[in-house]
């Protein structure tokens, strides 16, 4: 199982702030990405695609291998300085 937390908008498109899902042996953060993209179409879906991942903390892109008991945490766009 992994953790997949979501902030700001991502959380608001998901309807939920987190969830815990089934993990395949040697899934990637990509693979995970498009499984999350297919569970919510529309506005979810765009955010899924263009959100950042971090996997324990650290950012990952969608080749990262996930480690089992990963958390993930998906960070929309944010603008500022």
Known sequence: MVEVRYFASVAEAAGIPSETLPYEDGMTAGQLR???????????????????????????????????????????PFAGG
């Not at 999350?36 to 179409?41: A, C, I, N």
């Open 34 to 76: 498009t499984q999350l993209k297919e569970t919510r179409p529309g506005e979810f879906s765009r955010l899924m695609g263009i959100s950042a991942l971090l996997v324990n903390g650290v950012s990952a892109d969608d080749i990262t291998v996930l480690p089992t008991g990963a958390r993930i945490d998906v960070l929309p």
